[in-house]
T-cell receptor, first 116, second 115 residues
Framework: AQSVTQPDIHITVSEGASLELRCNYS??????LFWYVQSPGQGLQLLLK??????LVQGIKGFEAEFKRSQSSFNLRKPSVHWSDAAEYFC??????????????FGQGTTLQVKP | DTGVSQNPRHKITKRGQNVTFRCDPI?????LYWYRQTLGQGPEFLTY????????KSRLLSDRFSAERPKGSFSTLEIQRTEQGDSAMYLC?????????????FGEGSWLTVV
């Protein structure tokens, strides 16, 4: 079955420390890949996306993600976390076969807490 | 620049009552999506429209749920005979037509609490 796995339910990092959030997908072919962020009680904001080309993708707010086909992974990174980064982070995929980048399958999410 | 607008933002209803949520997409966006998100989970796809046509419905969309987009602009999601299990945030999103390469933009969601 097609699935998206975010192994870490909750992560706590100190402000200024680096961050990596993991995402693995299970699909027959490489899907379209996304990372979204959600603040409490709010909708989702797109951080970055991967469709093709360079496997290192730059996004907003200083985030980047690297697509690794061999590991079926799309991990999100940030070199220095700010207190305002505390939020819920979702990895999502859309099957290429659907031709529809809006029909997304989301992971369970990772809650990021930032210590002062 | 207005984003995706949803209302009401919060709704508390008694079990068995009907509720309706409205979504106004970004102007000129052809595609409109509805998702449901329960506490501690990622959003789950419910349905989507291309202009006024409802092109796909998830198995999550039971017979008590109906969505419309009568003029290809705003959309409504109605839940009839609400149950406690319907308590969730209902998210709307929109995108322009064009297949790959287009980003969907989410609204801030409508919270439903069924008591």
């Amino acid at each position: 079955a097609q699935s998206v796995t975010q192994p870490d339910i909750h992560i706590t990092v100190s402000e200024g420390a680096s961050l990596e959030l993991r995402c693995n997908y299970s699909y027959g072919a490489t899907p379209y890949l996304f990372w979204y962020v959600q603040s409490p009680g709010q909708g989702l904001q797109l951080l970055l996306k991967y469709f093709s080309g360079d496997t290192l993708v730059q996004g907003i707010k200083g985030f980047e993600a690297e697509f690794k086909r061999s590991q079926s992974s799309f991990n999100l990174r940030k070199p220095s976390v700010h207190w305002s980064d505390a939020a819920e982070y979702f990895c999502a995929v859309a099957p290429r076969s659907s031709g529809n980048t809006g029909k997304l399958i989301f992971g369970q999410g990772t809650t990021l807490q930032v210590k002062p | 620049d207005t984003g995706v607008s949803q209302n009401p933002r919060h709704k508390i209803t008694k079990r068995g009552q009907n509720v309706t949520f409205r979504c106004d997409p970004i102007s000129e966006h052809n595609r409109l999506y509805w998702y449901r998100q329960t506490l501690g989970q990622g959003p789950e796809f419910l349905t989507y429209f291309q202009n006024e046509a409802q092109l796909e419905k998830s198995r999550l969309l039971s017979d008590r749920f109906s969505a419309e987009r009568p003029k290809g602009s705003f959309s409504t999601l109605e839940i009839q005979r609400t149950e406690q299990g319907d308590s969730a945030m209902y998210l709307c999103a929109s995108s322009s037509l064009g297949g790959s390469g287009n980003t969907i933009y989410f609204g801030e969601g409508s919270w439903l609490t069924v008591v």
